[in-house]
């Protein structure tokens, strides 16, 4: 009996039968799930900006349902690879993020953070895109209202707060990535978005940094562990005419890094990329 006991807990089998509340409530999220990859391939495959927009916001609707439900930060939404869904190394919270493509080619940005909570309720903060209200985004501090709205791809946990790595669509010339920091206060009940923590002649006043490139380009953009540094490509205009105009600016295959010191982030140019 005892050996059987050990097996089930190293396979992973509960000894306990699953309730059928259990049961029942993994089956409605499986619903919840179908319903929303359905919705979130419509939100990228219509013609039509009006019904990308429509299935955009009946996926939200049915998202918040869902995470209404008992527990959900456990669900892992496994299905739903059209967004960004990217829990903190610490499971304190995950973000939720994704565009949506307009007919000029621009871009708006959609997303939430949920937070972990003891007893599984729900607790949110909503994203609201708020980039082109931003008028010096590098610098700018902002609540999770005022988003400057990026699809998340990394979180890395970073002095009491987390440095986000994301990209940007934007506009349809110039393509954006983004260092971003997130400071969520749990007692005051508000999260935001930026913090002056980059620690460069120059940089002294940015609260996040934003990579502008051309369309058709792509860039490196990465946090490697263990060097706890975040590396990414040298971006140049191809020609010096060019300077200050974006669209004609890329990688010149040169890396450049921040450093990861326990309370800023420390440039270092010319990196050697390991």
């Excluded at 903190?88 to 973000?95: G, W």
């Excluded at 309720?121 to 931003?134: A, E, M, N």
């Excluded at 923590?197 to 380009?217: M, S, T, V």
């Excluded at 860039?219 to 205009?237: C, E, F, G």
């Amino acid at each position: 009996m005892l050996r059987t006991a050990l097996l089930c807990l190293f396979l992973g089998i509960g000894l306990v039968p699953v309730s059928k509340a259990d049961t029942g409530l993994r089956q409605e999220f499986r619903i919840y799930q179908d319903s929303l990859r359905q919705l979130g391939e419509d939100m990228y495959r219509k013609q039509a900006e009006s019904e990308r927009l429509a299935a955009n916001f009946a996926f939200i609707k049915t998202l918040v349902r869902v995470l209404k439900l008992p527990h959900s930060f456990d669900f892992d939404f496994d299905s739903l690879d059209m967004i960004s869904i990217r829990p903190s190394p610490d499971r304190e919270f995950r973000i939720f993020s994704w565009p949506i493509r307009l007919s000029d080619g621009s871009y708006l940005y959609y997303g939430t953070i949920q937070l972990r909570t003891r007893d599984g309720t729900l607790k949110l903060f909503p994203l609201l895109d708020k980039t082109y209200q931003i008028s010096d985004p590098e610098e700018a501090i902002t609540r999770a209202d005022q988003w400057y709205g990026a699809q998340y791809f990394d979180i890395i946990p970073h002095a009491g707060s987390y440095i986000l790595l994301g990209w940007k669509g934007h506009n349809p010339q110039v393509p954006q990535q983004v260092i971003d920091v997130l400071t969520i206060d749990r007692d005051n009940d508000t999260a935001w978005f930026g913090k002056t923590i980059f620690d460069a002649p120059g940089f002294e006043k940015y609260a996040r940094i934003i990579f502008r490139f051309a369309a058709g380009l792509s860039m490196h953009l990465t946090y490697q562990p263990d060097a706890n540094r975040i590396i990414y490509d040298h971006l140049v205009p191809s020609d010096p005419q060019h300077k200050g105009k974006f669209e004609h600016y890329g990688p010149d295959l040169t890396f450049d890094a921040w450093i990861l010191d326990s309370k800023k982030l420390r440039l270092v140019e010319n990196a050697d990329y390991q």
